[in-house]
């Protein structure tokens, strides 16, 4: 990554315009991004700045980031830890997952996967790779043998 030596707020700005432009970003990925573009050591009340002039003009929502995040990672099968995971390296804070629908997510996975004909332990293995909670696998383990 080239490093640039900023010399205005302005094309501080410009540069994080840009940035949010290409890609929907939480303000700590931002933040962390100008810092990494930085040659040197970045002015605070620069940063502060450019971070609240683009939540003014709606460039930068953490909500909507962090909806949009979990929604996706919901729809790729991911389970409440892993959510929480890349919701925290992302700096968004936590999210509340109800269990029954992450249960109804692990079953549908499960199904899914029997019908493909792999090994029950292998769902097990799979369900908690993708950060499903042991009481959650388990549950959808017992449901599938009382079947």
């Given amino acids: 990554m080239k490093k640039i030596t900023f010399h205005t707020q302005d094309f501080l700005f410009e540069l994080a315009l840009r940035y949010v432009a290409r890609f929907e970003v939480s303000e700590k990925r931002l933040v962390r991004y100008l810092k990494l573009k930085s040659a040197e050591e970045l002015n605070q009340d620069w940063i502060d700045f450019v971070v609240s002039r683009l939540k003014r003009l709606g460039a930068i929502d953490d909500s ?10 919901e729809r790729r099968g991911k389970g409440s830890r892993a959510i929480g995971v890349k919701l925290k390296e992302w700096g968004l804070g936590e999210h509340k997952l109800d269990a029954e629908s992450e249960y109804k997510r692990a079953k549908e996975l499960a199904i899914k996967w029997r019908e493909r004909g792999i090994e029950e332990k292998k769902i097990s293995s799979r369900l908690a790779m993708r950060g499903f909670g042991w009481d959650i696998v388990s549950k959808v383990a017992k449901a599938n043998n009382d079947d």
């Fill in 64 to 73: 909507r980031v962090k909806e949009n995040l979990v929604r996706s990672l």
